[in-house]
């Protein structure tokens, strides 16, 4: 009986080993087939991935130095446009200066400008209170050559009328004196007395302007003297 079990136990031991020999064939035939990583095209992948982020930090890294590029581009622009707009505000303001200096120049020069119309001969060329104006003014130290300005002045005034008055501003007489009153100095028929109205009139002019030319040239200048 042990004998039958033996022959049993080796014939089973045997069908393990060769059942396990087949499988291990079949192992080692399958993992022949299977593929292996080729290392050289590992090394390869590597390189084609480092050359595409190369390429890539070139393309940004220019793409910054072009920005940088126009920034620096723009701010010159803009320097350049302010440079030109300041020195064109300049030259504005410097014509401006060149025109109101001329324009005062030209004012001067005109308020300096003797008068170069006809001179009369004499006092008898006039007539009214024209005629005793320019009387005054002779007795007064002024020449008859200042005489057509004295006119023109007192003409514009008041046309020589004693009773002219202007209500807006109270000046009065002959001389537009304002307010009227200031006449008094010279005598109380200030308000309708010629003579006391061009003799008030004369002292102011030369007081203030020292000739009738001068005050006339002020008035065409201002509107007023």
């Not at 045997?14 to 499988?23: E, F, K, N, Q, W």
Request: charged share 25%.
């Amino acid at each position: 009986m042990s004998r039958l079990w033996s022959r049993f136990a080796a014939r089973g031991v045997a069908v393990v080993l060769l059942s396990g020999g087949v499988a291990g064939g079949f192992y080692l035939s399958d993992d022949r087939q299977t593929p292996r990583p080729d290392p050289g095209a590992q090394v390869a992948g590597s390189v084609t991935q480092i050359d595409v982020d190369y390429r890539q930090e070139q393309q940004v890294s220019r793409q910054v130095r072009a920005a940088r590029q126009q920034a620096v581009e723009t701010r010159k622009r803009a320097r350049a446009a302010a440079e030109k707009a300041r020195k064109a505000e300049e030259a504005a303001r410097k014509k401006a200066a060149e025109e109101k200096a001329a324009k005062e120049a030209a004012a001067r020069a005109r308020a300096l400008k003797p008068y170069d119309g006809p001179i009369p001969a004499s006092c008898a060329e006039y007539s009214g209170n024209r005629k005793t104006g320019c009387a005054l003014m002779i007795d007064a130290g002024f020449k008859i050559d200042q005489f057509p300005c004295l006119d023109k002045l007192w003409t514009k005034e008041s046309g020589w009328n004693p009773r002219a008055h202007n209500n807006s501003s109270g000046a009065h007489g002959i001389p537009q004196a304002r307010p009227g009153n200031k006449m008094a100095t010279v005598g109380s028929d200030w308000e309708t007395n010629p003579v006391t109205q061009i003799k008030w009139g004369l002292g102011y002019i030369k007081g203030r302007y020292g000739t009738p030319c001068s005050a006339w040239n002020h008035s065409q200048n201002t509107g007023w003297y």
